[in-house]
């Protein structure tokens, strides 16, 4: 059973133009919600993460919208740029349980110069 | 330099022949996982383990094995590997302590292919 859905699965935006990934979850015991970075060849690194206390979270050109009562959050990145093209996943956890992530299945993300 | 580290990073077998896969990390973490990454599937986890001496089934356990004797190493090993074990393996840690920070620190991958 997947816990995290995220969508789309591939995406491709222009040089300066907003990215925006989604993610819905189902278990409302979690209560910390990543997202992951990763380029070819790496390791997925984490990029931003924000607990259900707050709306927003903005660091840089990338912001995390929460949604609650939607058991909803998205990933914007402004001002795409080449280097920003990876593949993010989404995830979320249960502090005080196991510490296990669920990760959505990952997007895809192309920025075209 | 705080790292997680995997070796091989590239490992061509074939079925049957038992092998393991090392895992170190030098952050003092508690809390290590692994997990294997498919097209289209994503990250599924294996194993995981709380600290030394204790580990616990992820999603997809079948087919492998881990162990947790000191608490920087966290080895994955496949006793028969088969070719549906052909994937991209990531190794994490993370410290634990509950309400905390929960940032995974993931190694660089091992890409497996079993012919």
């Known amino acids: 059973q997947q816990q995290v859905k995220q969508s789309p699965q591939s995406l491709i935006v222009q040089k300066g133009g907003i990215s925006i990934i989604n993610c819905a979850y189902e278990n409302t015991a979690f209560d910390y919600f990543p997202w992951y970075q990763q380029f070819p060849g790496k390791g997925p690194a984490l990029l931003i993460a924000?607990?259900?206390?707050?709306s927003e979270k903005k660091e840089g050109r990338f912001t995390i919208s929460f949604n609650k009562s939607a058991k909803q959050f998205s990933l914007h990145i402004m001002d795409s740029q080449p280097g920003d093209s990876a593949t993010y996943f989404c995830a979320a956890s249960a502090l005080g349980g196991s510490e296990k992530l669920v990760f959505g299945k990952g997007t895809k993300l192309t920025v075209n110069p | 330099e705080a790292q997680v580290t995997q070796n091989p990073r590239y490992l061509i077998t074939v079925t049957g022949k038992k092998l393991t896969v090392t895992c170190s990390q030098n952050m003092n973490h508690e809390y290590m996982s692994w997990y294997r990454q498919d097209p289209g599937l994503g990250l599924r986890q294996i194993y995981y383990s709380m600290n030394v001496e204790v580990t616990d089934k992820g999603d997809v356990p079948e087919g492998y094995k881990v162990s947790r004797k000191e608490k920087r190493n966290f080895p994955l090993i496949l006793e028969s590997p088969s070719p549906n074990q052909t994937s991209l393996y990531f190794c994490?840690?993370?410290?634990?302590?509950?309400?905390?920070?929960?940032?995974?620190?993931f190694g660089p991958g091992t890409r497996l292919t079993v012919l």
């Open positions: 924000i607990r259900p206390d707050v």
């Open positions: 994490a840690s993370s410290l634990s302590g509950g309400a905390g920070d929960n940032e995974q620190f």
